[in-house]
């Protein structure tokens, strides 16, 4: 009656039967239309974003995730989200803050000597080249401890974090210069710039300051370099959003400000609130910095150290001529450089009107030693008249420009009034536009604070969904809605939640510009991009103690874990290296030992090691978290902590099995049902056009290399049946059926793959 | 030039023009699909999933988040993930193990003394009634440190984790008895059960053992009551996923297992792996428990203590015939008992077939003692074929089966054929097959394994994505697939990415079951349901210093935190309170102090607490982490830290604004206007048939609210007017300017909305 695993050619033919060709469904398109009240605006949408299984997004969005302290991976147009990256904050699932190589990065920014386990993550930037995005790092900032962090698109992992030697909070950044030369960030509240350091708020104007930081970027080693980074002073003006130029403005950086009236609130203490003192007068000041002249400063040596980091004061800044400043409508946020870096577009949240600076006026203003003022710290004021181009009325809490890849088209998010306008801010004429749901923050468009915007989507990055989603308690996601912007109207086309933290920009670039790889080398640490010392190959398993230290040097490969039992004594210092030895796309493995607080995730090729101390005695199970292959939950181990100085009783042999030679033939016999299976799927593969398609060609690479591991345990179990050792060669022929599980899995998948891709067949 | 902030009538004229009845965008459907190289199949797969803005899913979701240790919320059919929800890792986007209540939460899952920091969630429950889920709370497990949690589906918040006494991991959990009397869980690696002590592995057959724990839960208390739960001791033989019996099996639990070899590997000293000798025999054994006697057995006191917990031992059990074993084909996973609580279906892995046992045989053989033999344990064994109903051939790698609303009918997802099987369980006929992309782990049907799953559509819960999205580095989302079951033949309609965790296990309830909260009782700890000790009532905000204790009773609202400067001395101990003083849904405001490792997330009506040691000198911003109105940016506030001893030197008044009386009287004018704006609104509203609509009675209600404050505000105006203090008469009139911008935000949301829904005229 029972049957054992049959894997016979019927159970094939059975799956080729149901698994192909499926009959259409019943309802008809008119019916489901009407029974889920679809307009004929919804089908259009729908099919603007629907997806198909297997079928690729055009655009990728990089957003940040707020106080989560990750990144937000997602697809347009389909508005799948890809992955969460973690950044600021440990996240299990990606072992990253559980390794020790993960751990390391983090630790890289601790303030202070204090452990930081979160950040606000508020503006990513995708490295740029000749102002094009070119998809190969990702920077993104802290705003809660100011720090910025570098993820390498190759494997979008976070390589970097680095913290702000002067500021206590930041804002405006990351963004990159139009060759990625450097990374910036501006502060955000004002506070003593060194570190550690107390003065009282009588002395705000005195000792408090703002800053702007250049991070100097190596490129080939995928780092920022803070020894070659440095700052320049600002008053104490509360800077915000920032902005690289490009084209003829490339060489400036411009930031925004609020509460340039550098007003101190103290509701409890009866004083006006922030809010009221900080909105009070007309205007702000953009702050117009040449950061090219300034790196130039500071390798002549003209800048002042500070907690060991390069500063320009601002009286060097003044003096030599690279700080100026210029009146802009009062609690701006974005600061926007139009494509061809003529112009730069302010939003002044408190204001109806967008403002459209000139780069050339302000320079020509510059060279005139035309100012109207400056401010109560000898900075050079540039008079609005004199620098703006235009100002364009556009509607209640304008926020944030993002620009089309058509001339002269910009995008503007509208707070108050919840809308986008589409305008054109050479001529100032508002061309449309539409209602989003509700309070939009920043929006993006393609590319579309590139040199090269593409156009056709926009997203609004909503910060409020009240009654947009199925209700999942006070606290609500965020809605991320997709515009089409490719016609005149513009189209609102999909409703995005976001699930987990609460972004505040984003950026989306090609998806063809991004190349990440799906394997390490062998042994790679990934955090370092070198060869971790810990790594192991196959039969180099080992573990080793001295003194109270082990060290083991493990693998992981389906479904087993090498070793299988690591044995400690109650104190002793347990390090665990392990090196996923896979090279099959996905096939990562993940490592817990239970109750230690132990976790780590392994994606092929990479080596990561964990460290802990075995404080307490007893037998903790360790185990693979991916469900890695049909026999995952038999990927176990065992953590032995003995007391110290345990020695062994008697040995008894407790894990004999009383297998008889019976049970080794009809083992012997699955094997040869199982490789007539085996070969009928190779005869399948090998009768199509298979090489065509790379992905089969890894899968039938991967296959081969669990067949090939057969012959070991072949020689094993006919060892062990010359001895009649029955048990041990039952368990190794079982071992060899293993294996071809594994490869009759990898097998089917590819012969799927054929069917459903079209593959020929050939002689 | 310059204009101020000029909401005027003008401006909603504008947007009125723009904002609705968009014209229809220019691609037709044929250019869409044409361009997208959509099929007509396709097409209608959109129609069924695509969901338009402010449309709701049909389908709510719970899936575990696998080593991500979180719950992840998404909808049906849109296929949108909602929300994930802390559990057993931080979160800070949640304020989730940062602010002191949660962090009391992670405590209650600590174990032997240690913080564990992840968690490896699989299987989540939702409490049923009578077997039909009932939408209130939600269970689920954690397998690496074994642990169960409460989630309360009134907030989406974990209320409860507790450590199991016993095990050093778990699998078979979390599973509810049909009116959630109990929450249970079974062991899966056997070891020893008394904490922290260790056993040899040659004594795995003696001292190793596995178990059955039943958490009595508390429905009124939505809480696990410890003392009230109690265990079986069963055999090392790697106890699997369990189900709850219902109808005629209601009161008992079924538990599968592998490995009941008991084989021990030992690949680095030459011994063949885990992974060959635990799946060596034909079968393993489904573990049948009277879990309602063995509670009364329990509450007779026939249970021994073990580690201060109640455990029936192997022998009490059999001896009062509370415990069972049916062998079962080997390395099973799903044991999934049918919606008329009949049968028992077993999905062996490494079997080509499900096996249906009958409860009505198995109790047949229970009461008239056949029994084939007795386990090295002494418990009894059915005989399969006395207990089974049928077997029936699927595919390769059956693993895990749910139900449809039709009689009979079942699915079972294949993991070595990528494939789910549609099939009748009571007359053994395979129905339908659909290929899936790649090795499919757990399914789900909606409300599946209830006593009443409700059909319409079924989850693929794909372990790999390989090719199917945008590639994000080695590290791949997850991929569940959606496939409509309405129809005889089933239909593959959505591919989603998982972009954090790896599920195990989904439910799904009708959305209609749910009706969570959007807001507290003011001054409500969330983590205990109780009145917060710390919470404040707007007026009653202060600071206590008791010795180096600081304690804040602070508030949140609409742009200002209160107190907005907090001074402390360094060595202080801080303790922070703080209560959301919003009624409005969605306005969750978040708490951080820069470089102090400090945030909050605190929801409309919740109090939470902070605490942190002031061990640095320095001045520390501290903000809303949330964008919550115009003004976020402007909420915030400043943490002294000031050196032991510290003496102020003269004050001098460095916060003079120098305002005008043509300051004030411009900021009058603006209020004026703003008003004006208001009142336009306002008229809008009441024309119209808003109390119709919940929503938009919340919204009047808010902004209600935010004008009520003004009364106060001016009379600080007037009165400071009154004495030519014009920095005052300025601020506290720009402070009911705020509360004025905030009203005119809800209003425009309210009209907005108003528009959207086709709100009436009335006169």
Redesign the interface.
Known sequence: ???????KAA?LM??A????G??????S?QD??KR??????????????????????EF?VFSS?????QL????IPS??????VGVF??????GYG?DEESKDILKGGW??G???????AHHPAISETNGQYDGQFLFIND????RVAVVDL????TKQIVANPIY??E?GGAFVTANTEYVFEAA??P??LE???????????EK?RGGMTYWKFDRKAGRLVPAQSFSVELPPY?Q?ISDAGKGPSDGWSFTNS??S?????????G??????????K??DYLHVINWRKAAELVAQGKAQKINGHNVLSIETAVKEGILFLVPE?K?P?GVDVTPDGKYIIVSG?????VSVYSFEKIQAAIKAGKFESKDPYGIPVVG??DA?HN?V?L???PLHTQYDSKQCVAYTSL?????V?KWNYCDGK?L????V???I?HLMTMEGDSAGPKGRYLVALN???????????????QNH?LI?I???????I????L????P?YAVAIE?SK???????KVGTDSRTDKDHPGRARAGE???ERKGNKVTVFGTLIR??I????IEAEVGDEVTINLTNLERA????H?F??????V?A?I????TISVKFKA???????Y?C????S??H??????L????KG?K??A?????K?N?TEA?YRA?LKRIVDTQAVIDSVVAYITSTNFKDFP?VVSMVEDATDQLGKIPDAKA?HEAAAGKKDWD?A???A??VY?YQ?KA??IG??AK?YLD?HGAKKVK
């Open positions: 009656m029972m049957s054992r695993f049959a894997v159970v059975l799956a039967t149901f698994g192909t499926t009959a259409w469904a019943a309802e398109l489901v239309m889920r009240s679809l307009s004929q605006q919804d089908l259009l949408a729908a099919a603007k974003t629907y997806t198909p299984s297997g079928k690729r997004d990728v995730g707020g106080q989560s302290g937000i991976v997602y697809g508005m799948r989200i890809l992955k969460y904050t440990p996240e299990p699932w990606q559980y303030i202070d204090k452990e930081i386990t979160w950040g606000d705003k809660a401890n100011p190759r494997d979008f992992e206590k909070s804002h955000q509240y506070a003593p570190r550690k350091k107390f003065y009282p708020l009588e002395e705000f104007n408090y509360s915000d609020f509460c009236e550098r007003y101190v609130g103290g509701i409890e203490q004083r006006p609130p922030f809010e009221a003192g900080c909105s009070a007309d205007t409508p609690s946020h949240k408190l204001d109806t009107h609005m008249r703006l100002q009325q509607g209640l809490g707070y108050v009034d919840s809308q306008a508002v449309d536009k539409i209602a749901h509700y309070n923050g910060k409020l969904s009240i009654d947009r989603f199925n209700p999942v308690g006070p606290l609500h996601p809605q089409d490719s016609n005149d109207k513009m189209q609102l999909y409703d995005m939640p699930p987990l933290g609460e505040h998806a991004l190349k990440p790889g799906v394997r390490y398993e080992r573990t479904s087993h090498t070793p299988e039992i796309e996905d096939e990562t993940g817990a030992i239970s109750a230690y607080n976790h995730s994606e092929p090729g990479k404080d307490k005695e007893g037998v903790y199970p185990y978290t991916e469900f890695c049909a026999l939950l038999e990927m176990q181990g065992y032995l902590v003995k007391p345990w062994a009783v040995k008894k042999d407790a894990v099995s297998y049970d083992t992905d094993k041990n039952n368990l190794w079982e071992q293993q599980v009759a899995d089917l998948r799927t459903q």
